[in-house]
């Protein structure tokens, strides 16, 4: 290759200022990579692991292990720095007005400004300066060859005219491609959008192959498939099927032998790929022939077939199943359908209620936008149910009662017998997700449920509802037993098992105790307000306190004497909200009400609890020796009851005590204690909350295993999806990263705790998180952004009365904008020493 005019420092710098804006570490493109970034500026690959190291030292770029498109390990890809950005913006601005002459394909020369060539040739302004030669040449011809396409052979209306979402559709069949299977089988019911999909994927994954896209009609014959894959195999130089036609067309017999043409496919093929479209219309003589094309993939190392269709059936031989990937075609997700919703128009709120009611089919989409129901009832009634028989449309009347996934057992254990479920199957009416995972396409659940009578529906939601029960999956047979009208059974088994879901289902938990109180009748109120007491602790994890207080509150009102226990736990959850919002001496208060039914109350763990709280609260208001006989009263009857549990956090109360005193080594015995209480009794909450504690202990001693422990604890809270937990561990983290002069670092962590925080409502948290901002943003000298935030900070914990927060956030604005240069910090020293009181919205 000639001699460029551009440098290889100057080339790579421009390459990848194509990508400066990448920001995925799980999808990179391979021009990223050292290979890729060869192929683009025509360097050779061995020459390119010096240029990227000079520029590496020049600090213009930097490198990092990402999942590159189309590779199954992680690779080294490279990206700019903002110096490096900078620099490459200053290469493109010199070289704006540069004279280049294109040269085209008749050899003519014309001479134009380098910031031209975009729009007077379609070549990008980077893709044109790289391939400039010594001379400020551009050839055309060279640059179009190499962008030379595969020949897709497509029929004519056969076009993306809108394509909405699909992407992790589109990613697995990218995959597909470039694995060892061979066979691709796309199934799905009408309209999903089978065929746009193919479309799309050929044009943008498959520009490197060859592909014949055959759409199979029912009056589309063997023999006239046969013509389109000769006419395909001559477009790209191959016209050995071709001849033999037309020899046959001219002999006087005029009969495919059908052996020779197989052996002339066979012959014919080299990395192509065949696509069959709606396979379903297919005559029995073109099943035979795509049967028989099918068993040549063996033979040829990069032939593939992809099938595609509502119903594929015996088309693929048992012997190339093992050869098959099967994808099946789903509705748009919600964002998806919303997103193809509102290009038409269609208000938000119009648009939500459609997808609702229709799910994400496209054709159906297209239909309710227009509100052109009667079309869409044919179609489903028509399309879909009129072809099912009798047992098919029984099955399909009880899977339309779920509102999940399913089992097939669930349908066999209620005497639907399996070739009734195969044969749902293969109508692409039953989907089977995973491994015995079924599920079923909204619209047509949705049709089948709203045409039940009201009497099967109550005998199906029974039938679901003892079977998810049996099975112990207790939400669903809530669900169930909810809507079969069997309200005292839902309630007795949500109030007994809820609690062990609450982390990772807490809406779910909520929306079931809000439907069994819709549905009870004036005058069934035994088992109420436990409902509110359930609705409460849904709030209280996630983290939205005013909304658990007012639930807990109306469980303690409507308390009619019966279950102390639970009352009680409610008025310690009560108490704990209290303490949430800064409100010391009310939960302290409230505490003191369970305290007098001590001797009514048999669950002691409550009462454990009852003096934990105490001991938190009277720590925070400064009696600190009060707080500590709280706590050793929580352990002593903790280890009365072995309630673990109840010990670990006992522990845990001490350890905090002992780290506001600066016994630092104390604080850590005691944490340690606590959690191998809290492992042995399986609670992950309480383990990741100890293992975090310990890591602020150790972030007192500027001690780097701190944030071993916090990471440890961030995959617990991770695992149980306790987004509270997450939140205050990425502060922590985002403090620790400020210590080790990690700011990038600290920046991500803040902004993740911030959005936590934010979406749970959690103010006296995000007071905190505000803080940490103002701390960051004067290490970095920016004093007045950095007193916007402890502004903000202190703003916020002035109105939920946290006086905490105020005095922890002035201290450190007084410390930080005195420290990096800030005079004027005698106002937060005020505030900090309870010499000045903040009731309002301040500006200082």
Known sequence: MGRKYLNNRMRILLHLSKYSSFIDEFNAPVELTQEGISNSIGVGRNNIPRELKKLMNEDLIYV?????????????????????????????????ELPVIVVDSSGNRETHPL??????????????????????????????????????????????????????????????????????????????????????????????????????????????????????????????????????????????????????????????????????????????????????????????????????????????????????????????????????????????????????????????????????????????????????????EFISVFRKNFKMNVLLLNNFEYFIIYSLINKSILLEMEYENFTVHRIIKNFVYEHLTEEKRKKYHLMAARYYEENGDILEAVYHYTYAEKLMRANILLSENYEKYLFTSSNEIRNLALEILNRYDKDVDDYEWKLYGIIGDTYYISGKWEEALDNYKKARFLFKGKDLDFYAKIVVSISEVLGKMGKYEEAIKTLNEVLKKINGIRDESIISRAYYILGVMSMKIGEKDEAKD?????????????????????????????????????????????????????????????????????????????EKYYREALRISQKIGEKWGIGILYLSMANWSMYKEKFFDAKVYLKKSEKIFEDLDAPGELAYVYNSFGIFYAYLGNKERGKEYFDKGINLAARIGNERAIIDISKDAAEYLRKYGYAYVEEYEKIAKGKKKVVAIVNI
């Open 115 to 396: 910031k031209d060539i975009p729009k007077d040739y379609g070549i990008d302004f980077v893709t044109a300066a790289i391939n400039l030669d010594k001379n400020r040449n551009l050839d055309l011809v060279g640059i179009l060859r190499r962008r030379e396409k595969a020949f897709h052979s497509i029929d004519e209306n056969l076009i993306v005219r809108e394509f909405y979402g699909r992407k992790e559709e589109l990613e697995e069949m990218e995959k597909w491609a470039k694995s060892n299977k061979k066979i691709l089988i796309l199934s799905g019911i009408s309209g999903i959008g089978k065929t746009t999909l193919l479309l799309k994927f050929v044009k943008e994954r498959l520009k490197d192959r060859n592909v014949l896209f055959i759409k199979i009609e029912n009056w589309k014959s063997a023999d006239g498939i046969i013509h389109q894959i000769a006419g395909f195999f001559s477009r790209i130089g191959i016209p050995k099927i071709e001849k033999y036609l037309r020899s046959v067309a001219l002999s006087e017999e005029r009969n495919l032998n059908w052996n020779n043409v197989i052996l002339l496919i066979k012959e014919s093929l080299r990395d192509e790929i065949f696509i069959f479209d709606t396979v379903e219309n297919a005559d029995t003589e073109t099943k035979k022939l795509i049967r028989k094309i099918i068993d040549l993939v063996n033979s040829k190392n990069n032939f593939k077939v992809i099938l595609s269709g509502t119903e594929i059936g015996d088309i693929v031989p048992p012997s190339k199943l093992g050869w098959v990937k099967e994808l099946k075609i789903v509705e748009l997700k919600e964002e998806d359908a919303l997103d193809m919703l509102r290009q038409y128009g269609v208000p938000e709120d119009k648009a939500l209620k459609i997808i609702s009611t229709v799910g994400g089919n496209p054709l159906l989409l297209h239909l309710a936008k227009d509100q052109n129901y009667p079309m869409m009832r044919r179609f489903i009634f028509e399309g879909i149910l009129k072809t099912l028989n009798k047992e098919e449309r029984e099955a399909l």
């Open 630 to 706: 709280y706590i050793l009263e929580a352990i002593k009857i903790a280890e009365r009851s072995s309630d673990l549990k109840s010990i670990g956090y006992a522990y845990n109360g001490l350890g905090l005590i002992e780290r506001d005193e600066g016994n630092l080594e104390e604080a850590i015995s005691y944490f340690k204690k606590a959690r191998e209480y809290f492992e042995l009794y399986g609670d992950l909450s309480g383990l990741a909350n100890v293992i975090r504690n310990i890591g602020l202990v150790y972030y007192d001693l500027y001690d780097d295993i701190a």
């Open 64 to 96: 990092k292990k990402c999942h590159v498109r189309g590779v199954r390990n992680k690779r080294s890809v490279y990206l700019l720095t903002r110096k490096g950005i900078s620099e490459a913006n200053k290469i493109k601005d010199e070289l704006k």
